[in-house]
């Protein structure tokens, strides 16, 4: 049985990969410093919802910590999920992100290295493409133009991941993560300030006066992806980075519509200037990710939003 650890575990992507790979029958363990940055209680509640599983409460800035935790485990493979989020709340705080993205990750990946831990998958974003002209993103584009110091950190993580690999023959992938968005999803995203902003008829904020454009990746697709990385047999030294979104970018405004339209609810509307740090679009080019491991996100929108519609409303307790 194929040993993990799946750091930032009480996140939302954390969770759905480390329930989905309990499901399969890896020997999970999970591991999140449970921050404020948003609700804990849903933290809280997503381990519950994982039932037994081996969980450590621990930050990767502790480095005392992770030399016991990989000590007492013997790890096949790492996921490493664990981040500061958020792109406008780095502009607030940015030495969290430096301690969390940079130090944190480079404590996780040497730890990795020193227990010759098989396959180091780590998660870097969309954010790393800035505000590229040319569409759709693709793994060869630049990634030198970063807007906000969140996606400065993860250009960081790859560069790392690179030197890993190519000096000590690591086994690393990076995933670039296009706008994740479904049940027990994040509260400070859009999707997630969209729905409960129209279910408690509250104004939304839309940016840029609508003209923008995201790739919403449904969060069932994202986990299939990242578990088909893992069970990859990459080779010693393989360096690779891979988008992982729904390649069909949606507008801004059609994604309101579509909560409207699941809902039945009308949004209140403020439309204001672009935000600091934003990008225009983000769209991903999956075709490296279809070709080396067969797959290719594609759940519809409407789908994905009913899902995480029956979700909220079950979760907080209000009427369909």
């Known amino acids: 049985m194929n040993k993990i650890l799946v750091t930032g575990a009480a996140g939302f992507i954390g ?33 519950k919802e994982l039932g037994d599983f081996r969980f450590h409460k621990a930050d990767l800035t502790d480095t005392g910590k992770l030399k016991e935790i990989f000590e007492h485990e013997d790890f096949d493979l790492v996921c490493n999920l664990a981040a500061q989020a958020g792109v406008r709340y780095s502009f607030e705080n940015p030495s969290a992100y430096i301690q969390s993205n940079v130090v944190g990750f480079a404590n996780i990946i040497e730890m990795s290295r020193l227990h010759s831990v098989r396959h180091f998958v780590y998660a870097s974003s969309s954010s790393i493409y800035g505000n590229n002209n040319k569409v759709p993103f693709s793994e060869d584009d630049r990634t030198d133009n970063p807007q906000s110091l969140y996606a400065a950190t993860k250009k960081e993580n790859e560069l790392i991941a690179h030197v890993y690999s190519h000096q000590w023959g690591m086994a690393t992938t990076g995933l670039r993560f296009f706008t994740v968005y479904g049940p027990w999803g994040r509260p400070d995203m859009a999707p997630f300030l969209f729905m409960r902003s129209i279910l408690e008829g509250k104004k939304i904020r839309i940016f840029n006066n609508g003209n923008l454009s995201r790739d919403f990746s449904y969060i069932d697709d994202i986990v299939e992806g990242v578990v088909k990385v893992l069970e990859s047999n990459p080779e010693k ?34 439309f204001v200037p672009m935000q600091q740090g934003d990008v225009y679009t983000t769209y991903a080019d999956t075709s490296k990710l279809e070709r ?17 519609y029956k979700w909220y409303c079950k979760f907080y307790e209000i009427p369909e």
């Open 237 to 270: 030294g393989s360096c690779k980075v891979y988008n992982i979104g729904n390649s069909s970018p949606v507008q801004l405004m059609d994604f309101i519509h579509t909560i409207e339209k699941v809902t039945g609810r009308q949004a209140i509307k403020e």
């Open 292 to 308: 080396d491991f067969g797959f290719k996100p594609g759940t519809p929108l409407e789908k994905g939003i009913r899902e995480f």
């Open 15 to 47: 969770f759905h990969l480390s329930r989905r790979l309990m499901e399969k029958g890896y020997a999970v363990t999970g591991l999140d410093n449970i921050n404020s940055y948003y609700d804990t209680n849903l933290k809280y509640s997503r381990l």
